[in-house]
């Protein structure tokens, strides 16, 4: 790494006319985000005069410099310009066929069988009960007439075990026997599936899942019931690249089949071998679809997951190792690298064209052009120009976490690990390293060069006052080893340098993005990224040894494997090794990669400056400290300061149940967190991600207010759509308690979620009708189930909780249905408190079973008298929530109603005396007085 890091440094130029030009294309892509409409022409002519400009200012009689700048000047916004079309036509030119325009025009129907034609991008990923693949449309069949469809969609086809269903118009001739398990990547298929388009999560800080699908060219999600449904012609779309990666990735998968488990048994049969075969998979193809949830979590979590995404460090290996090769073999040059790239091209083909991979082959082909004509390769212009040719074949690229993680690694290396290993390491290390030569003397000028010279010259000392008292022979093996040593520390030194430099450019993106902190990462990498190459090569080696007819090495990849695999989990395990952490804003991140890339493209002084705002950035957020407090809160904020404000947001979770409340005191409720991201109608985005609505949603909007402590969690029930998403909740906060009913819950669910409480040490506060507690000037009553409940089911014995806040009270009435209600109000007659609950001015009712008809009976309504209904369901679910019955009842009671799947996120904010009702998309709907 250190002999790595020097050569970059060596090609480092003072002149980086590709920094520039990068950048300015860069913003001008990045400027599309901000141009709703505008003229096209217009646009390519100002792109025009701005370059006509450029070209004039050369040949006028200014000075100089002033005609440089001007030519620069014009010229970079030029660039600008070029890349605000190119983005705004990416996004906006599209074919009257395209999926975006048949939508548009209501040509693509939605939310009804739908029979399509077209061809399988990649393989199928098996999630749950479906496989969930990739679809570029061929055409779609409306009315009866086959139209052409451009485009891309995310098929979930059910597998056996879910149950078939029938065609709408017959099978189509497909046969039913013939059928596969999965689609496989280049195969064509025709069938029946019902199409929806993906929608976001509408709450504070949730991420944009349709731009983020967009940027994959997915604009419609879709589900067939059965494989049924689908008739399919195997490798009828496949080319020459997709047979040829489709081959070598079935031979790579049946030979890393063949680990053996240490009990005679191999990873194909299901043993011991499995996760190290999902390793190797994931390090020689790319192939992710094994790991399993603990090993992602142990290689996120020390900040190594990179070793196992196939990027520009695998490419740079298989390419370095096939240079090596071709060189030993007496290869000429040129032919070297030639051949060098088109292996890097085929391996491209069988990984998929990702970011870093893509990233890696340009940089290479671009330093072959480099060599072809003779000239010296500047990394950062190389980087630039391959950044630059990425977008302007993909601006969207731009905004993919993975292309940014992508290019800051590299650029940390260029611009901060290698000026680092020139300026301070070599110079430590290099008198060490030439110890007890005296043909080599040190003279250079600098702190870090007399620091080497004292180092060296006082251990020759003491090797020569330790060689008097040994035999003659002593004092050459003991320089031999002062110069290993040396380097050692220089090779050992040049990779913790390389580790820390790419942690501080990516750990507040990381942040940013994934909401982790990995304190063990700079120091995990060094142990595991040498182990990954050493697995990488062994499981490529073992591989053709199979195929050359044995085994032998697959048994050593394996270990190795295993050996990855247990370094990361016994650095996982570290205390203080990691953490989850809050939402640090975009701005901020900016400004710290604003700050180390000046820092290192103008080499400006002092040096520590971008480092320390990195490192007080990552600092507040590790703390939860919110540096400007004041940006938290929202645009509108009519309270005073100091205002004692209890607010109660109901998020957008889908089809399901999730409450945050903030009580005066500054204590952090959680009351469910759940939602069925799926339907059994219809397909939804969600099914190819291993969605969890705990982690991706609740927990996405926790951070996003900084909130890394819940006081308590409570679930109403057990049902996956109120309770699905708490394991999330218990692992990724410090939790004080966890609340449940014990009446009427399912077993085997509580037991789940009560295991993970006790594996985080989080005492459990079951509740029970009755019970009382005092959360400062908040009073939180239990008014359902009783502890001896002989109800029949999980939602009649919903927990039913009661908040009251000087004149404002709030209802959760969980999946109560009307069995419930009856018992409840059986129990509670003559008052549902002290004071009566229908007596309360401003009462909000959290809508029971998500506005189910059997749910909220007109009886109900006239007890509780709810001056605002909150209803929590997911559009276009196929429960019918919320039914017309309960809305009808709700509105001839005169209350106000809010559904998220309108308004997403709903919060209700009071001092007890007032109150304010902010909707996420719609911003302030209601304010006034409680009276």
């Known amino acids: 790494m250190s002999g790595f890091l020097s050569r970059i440094d060596a090609g480092r130029q003072s002149s980086r006319p590709m920094v520039a030009v990068a950048l300015a294309f860069g913003a001008g892509v990045a400027l599309a985000r901000l141009v709703p409409g505008y003229s096209f022409p217009g646009l390519a002519a100002g792109t025009l005069l701005l370059a006509a400009a450029g070209g004039l200012a050369l040949r ?80 779609i069949q409306v009315g009866g007439s086959w139209t052409p469809a451009r485009g891309k969609g995310v098929l979930s086809v059910g597998l056996p075990g879910e149950g078939a269903a029938g065609s709408p118009a017959g099978n189509q001739g497909a046969d039913v026997d013939a059928a596969p398990a999965v689609l496989a990547r280049g195969d064509r298929v025709r069938g029946w599936a019902v199409w929806r388009t993906p929608r976001n999560y509408q709450n504070p800080g949730s991420e944009d899942r ?64 499995d996760q190290r075969a999902a390793i190797l998979a994931s390090l020689v193809i790319g192939d992710y679809s094994g790991l399993a949830a603990t090993t992602r979590e142990a290689f996120q979590n020390t900040g190594t997951f990179h070793v196992l995404v196939v990027s520009g460090m695998h490419v740079a290996w298989v390419a370095g190792l096939l240079l090596l090769a071709l060189r030993r073999m007496s290869v000429p040059g040129r032919a070297c690298h030639l051949l060098s790239a088109l292996a890097v091209a085929a391996y491209a083909c069988v990984v998929g064209f990702q970011a870093s991979v893509t990233r890696c082959l340009w940089v290479f082909l671009l330093l072959l052009v480099g060599r072809l004509f003779f000239r010296r390769a500047d990394p950062l212009n190389i980087l630039c120009a391959a950044a630059l040719l990425l977008l302007a074949w993909n601006p969207d690229w731009l905004y993919e976490t993975g292309f940014q993680l992508s290019f800051l690694s590299v650029a940390a290396l260029i611009l ?73 520390a220089f090779a050992t030194g040049g990779m913790v340098a390389a580790s820390v430099a790419v942690q501080f450019w990516i750990e507040p993106l990381l942040a940013h993005g994934f909401n982790r902190l990995s304190w063990v990462g700079p120091l995990a990498n060094v142990a595991i990224v040498p182990l990954s190459s050493a697995t990488l090569a062994a499981g490529i080696a073992g591989v053709v040894a199979v195929w050359a007819g044995t085994d032998a090495l697959m048994g050593v990849a394996g270990r190795l494997a295993a050996s990855l695999l247990a370094v990361a989990e016994a650095a996982a395990r570290i205390p203080g090794a990691w953490q989850r952490c809050p939402t640090p804003s975009v701005a901020w991140v900016l400004a710290g990669v604003a700050l180390l890339f000046a820092w290192g493209v103008f080499r400006l002084r002092p040096r520590w400056v971008p480092f320390l705002y990195t490192g007080l950035l990552l600092g507040c957020v590790a703390s939860g400290s919110v540096p400007w407090p004041g940006l938290l809160r929202g645009a509108h904020h009519p309270w005073r300061k100091g205002a004692k ?48 609505i705990g982690e991706a949603v609740v927990s996405r909007y926790l951070w996003h207010g900084w909130t890394t402590r819940l006081d308590r969690v409570a679930i109403s029930h057990t049902d996956a759509d109120h309770a699905g998403g708490v394991p999330a909740l218990l692992k990724n906060f410090r939790v004080s308690g966890f609340s449940y009913a014990p009446a009427g819950a399912a077993p085997g669910a509580l037991g789940r979620l009560r295991a993970v ?64 209600e009856t018992a409840l109000l059986r129990a509670m007659e003559g008052g549902w408190d002290a004071r009566g609950l229908g007596d309360a001015p401003g009462l909000l009712l959290k809508v029971a079973h998500h506005g189910s008809r059997t749910a909220t009976s007109d009886y109900f309504l006239d007890v509780a008298r709810p001056r605002w209904a909150v209803i929590s369901a997911g559009r276009n679910n196929p429960y019918g929530h919320p039914a017309p019955d309960t809305l009808a009842r709700l509105e001839n009671h005169g209350v106000r109603m809010f559904a998220t799947m309108d308004h997403g996120a709903v919060t209700f904010e009071t001092d007890g005396e007032r109150y304010v009702v902010r909707s996420h998309v719609h911003g302030v709907v209601e304010e006034g007085g409680l009276f």
Not at 780 to 787: D, E, F, K, S, V
């Open 210 to 273: 349709v731009a983020r699908l967009g940027r994959r060219g997915v604009f419609v999600t879709g589900r067939a019931k059965s494989m049924q449904l689908l008739e399919t012609i195997p490798g009828d779309c496949a080319g020459i690249a997709d047979r040829f990666a489709g081959i070598v990735r079935g031979r790579v998968r049946s030979g890393l089949a063949r680990i053996p488990d240490g009990r005679g048994g191999t990873a194909g049969d299901g043993g011991t071998g």
């Open 416 to 488: 901060t690990a290698s000026p680092f290993v020139e300026g301070v390491l070599r110079p430590l290390t290099a008198p060490l390293r030439h110890c007890g030569d005296p043909a080599r003397v040190f003279a250079q000028p600098g702190g870090a060069h007399r620091l080497g010279r004292r180092v060296r010259f006082r251990c020759e000392l003491f090797a020569e006052g330790l060689a008097e008292r040994l035999p003659p022979q002593a004092l050459p093996a003991m320089l031999w080893l002062l110069r290993k040593a040396g380097g050692a």
């Open 645 to 692: 404000l209890l607010a109660v947001t109901f998020l957008d979770v889908g089809q399901g149940d999730a409450a945050v409340i903030r009580l005066p005191n500054g204590m952090v409720w959680t009351l469910d967190a759940g939602g069925l991201h799926s339907f059994s109608k219809a397909g939804d985005a969600d099914r190819d991600e291993g969605f969890d």
């Open 757 to 820: 409480a006790r594996a985080r040490a989080i005492p459990e506060r079951p509740l029970a009708a009755g019970a009382r507690e005092d959360l400062g000037m908040v009073v939180l009553r239990t008014l359902h189930p009783p502890a001896d409940s002989t109800l029949p089911d999980g939602n009649a014995n919903s927990l039913v909780l009661q908040l009251s806040y000087g004149r404002f009270s709030a209802l959760f009435a969980g999946d109560l249905e009307k069995a419930g």
């Open 60 to 139: 006028r009689g200014y000075s100089t410099g002033r005609r440089l700048a001007t030519a620069w000047a014009a010229g970079l916004a030029a660039t600008a310009l070029c890349g605000l079309m190119i983005a705004l036509a990416h996004r906006d030119a599209f074919p009257g066929d395209d999926v975006r325009a048949l939508l548009a025009d209501g040509r693509f129907p939605l939310d009804e069988p739908l029979a399509f034609d077209g061809c399988v991008l990649e393989e199928g990923e098996l999630r749950d009960t479906d496989s969930v693949t990739t679809v570029a449309f061929h055409g």
